[in-house]
C-alpha cells in the first residue's frame, strides 16, 4: 500500500508528463488531465483491483472507462507508470502511427484502452454495458468511468444515468470530474446545469461529495467510500471537485488551458512548480 507521500509524487511525476507531452506536439488538452491527476492516481495506485497482463475482456478485474476521451495525456501517464505500457512510450504522445492518439482509440493494441472515446457523452452508457456483463458473468468486479461536467450537456448521459437506477446496476461508480469549465468557457455560462447531485438523486443514484478533488487523501477516501456503497442496489456518483489546470500556477482558475500547450518559457515555469519525483521519460 502506497504512503500518501508516494501518492503525491507519483500525482507530481504525472503533471510533468502532461505538460512534456502536450509542449513537445504543440498539442493537448492539459486543463482537464492535470485536474484529474490525484484521482487516476489514487484509482490506479490503490483503489481499483487489475492486471497488467491486459485482455480487452478484463475478466476478474476492475475496469475502467474514461469518457471525456480529451484528457488522454493523464489516462495515458497513469497507465505506463502502473506498468501497462513502456514509459518511454509517452515520447510518442500524438504522433503519426503512435499507439497514444489525442483521443484513446482501440485499434493500435494500446494495453488499458477499451474503447475509444473521442465523441463525449458515451462513455457511460459503455461502462453500463461492462457492468451488466459482470453480473451476467458472475464476476463481481467493479466497473468505474469518469466524465466531464461539461460532457453531462451530452443527452445520452441521461438516458444511461435514468438507466442505471432503473436496472439496479449497482457495480458501478461514475465520476463526474466538476471543474466548472468548458471549452467555452465557464459550464453555468454554457449551459447552466443547475444542481448536478440534485439531477441524479432525482434518478436513484447514490451521491458522493468529494469537495477537495486535488487533495489525495480526500480523494481516496471518497473512492472508498463509495466501494462500500456498490451492490446494494443502487449505481454510486462521485461529484469531484476539481481545479482545472491545478498544480500550475497559471493554468489555473480559467478555461484558457482546456486545449492548449505551453510555450517554451512557460513548459519551463510549469515543470520549476513540479520537480522531478519518481523520472522523466
Not at 449551459?191 to 434518478?203: C, D, Q, R, T, Y
Request: proline share 3%; glycine share 10%.
Amino acid at each position: 500500500m502506497p504512503t500518501t507521500q508516494e501518492l503525491q509524487n507519483f500525482t507530481q511525476q504525472v503533471r510533468r508528463d502532461i505538460l512534456r507531452m502536450v509542449h513537445k506536439v504543440n498539442s493537448g488538452h492539459p486543463g482537464g488531465s492535470l485536474g484529474c491527476a490525484e484521482f487516476f492516481t489514487c484509482l490506479y495506485q490503490e483503489v481499483m483491483d487489475y492486471s497488467t497482463d491486459f485482455t480487452m475482456d478484463g475478466k476478474n478485474e476492475d475496469l475502467f472507462f474514461l469518457s471525456n476521451g480529451h484528457i488522454s495525456p493523464v489516462y495515458y501517464s497513469v497507465l505506463a507508470h502502473s506498468g501497462f505500457f513502456p514509459v518511454e512510450e509517452l515520447n510518442t504522445f500524438r504522433l503519426i502511427d503512435s499507439r497514444l492518439q489525442g483521443h484513446p482509440t482501440t485499434h493500435e493494441g494500446l494495453e488499458g484502452i477499451r474503447i475509444a472515446s473521442g465523441s463525449l457523452g458515451q462513455g457511460l452508457s459503455v461502462a453500463l454495458g461492462a457492468a451488466e456483463a459482470k453480473k451476467l458473468n458472475n464476476d463481481d468486479k467493479l466497473i468505474y468511468s469518469l466524465h466531464g461536467d461539461g460532457e453531462l450537456q451530452e443527452g445520452q448521459n441521461w438516458e444511461a444515468i435514468m438507466y442505471a437506477s432503473a436496472k439496479k446496476v449497482d457495480n458501478l461508480i461514475a465520476t463526474i470530474d466538476l471543474n466548472g469549465k468548458q471549452i467555452d468557457g465557464a459550464t453555468d455560462d454554457v449551459l447552466p446545469m443547475g444542481s448536478i447531485k440534485a439531477k441524479f438523486e432525482a434518478f436513484g443514484w447514490d451521491v458522493i461529495e468529494v469537495k477537495e478533488g486535488n487533495n489525495i487523501e480526500v480523494v481516496l477516501a471518497g473512492l472508498v467510500e463509495a466501494k462500500s456503497l456498490t451492490g446494494k442496489g443502487k449505481p454510486v456518483c462521485i461529484l469531484l471537485e476539481t481545479m482545472m489546470g491545478n498544480g500550475v500556477d497559471f493554468m489555473m482558475h480559467t478555461h484558457a488551458w482546456h486545449g492548449k500547450a505551453p510555450n517554451d518559457e512557460q513548459l519551463e515555469s510549469a515543470l520549476n512548480q513540479n520537480p522531478v519525483t519518481i523520472g522523466d521519460y
